[in-house]
């Protein structure tokens, strides 16, 4: 198993421009979110999914789009970076029973962007 | 939401000695207290977890205490060593609720 895979690991945008980045889990987990890591701030929720065709938001998803069409993927997009996006993210899965998550988050490598 | 404030910041320990990094909670009814080690440069891992039916928790040289009533949670390592330098997070979860809640870390140095 390679457990969750984010790509890129690094990149560079300039103001206003577009970018997605991809996460793919091989666990058959329902969950899936991203989070994004800020210097003292810990790691904050800012979309998540319980599955194909369900998502919701987390705590920051302002400048966020995120889509899940199948068990695997979760990919998020930022429409229009800003520098205030500029932040290391990771996506994480986790198993589901009965309905509700029922611990261990399994976390990408992470993906650091710099918004310039 | 749920509010997940974590104590200290940075903490400081001599090889051999014990280091305890403290968490609150404000949701009462959150149930699932996991936490995380992130070494630099790499992805947060599972150390240790509890749930909220269960007052301590042992594995090794780390254990985590829950106090439901005070609605907090600790993380305590013993007989720490130079490996044990990493960030730790602490996080809460309502099981139904589908969003983890993080503290906002703690930078942990052991000296050798």
């Known amino acids: 198993n390679a457990g969750v895979t984010q790509t890129p690991k690094f990149q560079v945008l300039k103001t206003g421009q577009s970018m997605t980045l991809q996460c793919a889990q091989d666990?058959?987990?329902?969950?899936m979110s991203w989070y994004r890591q800020d210097p003292g701030m810990g790691l904050r929720l800012i979309h998540y999914s319980v599955g194909a065709g369900i998502t919701d938001q987390g705590e920051v998803p302002n400048g966020y789009n995120v889509s899940r069409s199948t068990t695997e993927d979760f990919p998020l997009r930022l429409l229009s970076a800003a520098p205030s996006q500029t932040s290391v993210y990771f996506c994480a899965s986790s198993y589901r029973s009965g309905g509700a998550n029922t611990g261990e988050l399994f976390f990408g490598e992470g993906s650091r962007l710099t918004v310039l | 939401g749920e509010n997940v404030e974590q104590h200290p910041s940075t903490l400081s320990v001599q090889e051999g000695d014990s280091a305890v990094i403290k968490c609150t909670y404000s949701d009462s009814a959150s149930n699932y207290f996991p936490w995380y080690k992130q070494e630099l440069g790499k992805r947060p891992q599972l150390i240790i977890d509890i749930r909220s039916n269960v007052g301590e928790k042992k594995d090794q040289r780390i254990a985590v205490t829950l106090n439901k009533t005070a609605k907090h949670f600790s993380l305590h390592i013993t007989e720490t060593q130079p490996e044990d330098s990493a960030v730790y997070f602490c996080?809460?979860?309502?099981?139904?609720?589908?969003?983890?809640?993080f503290g906002s870390g703690t930078k942990l140095n052991v000296k050798p």
């Open positions: 996080a809460s979860l309502k099981y139904n609720f589908n969003k983890f809640y």
């Open positions: 666990m058959n987990h329902e969950y």
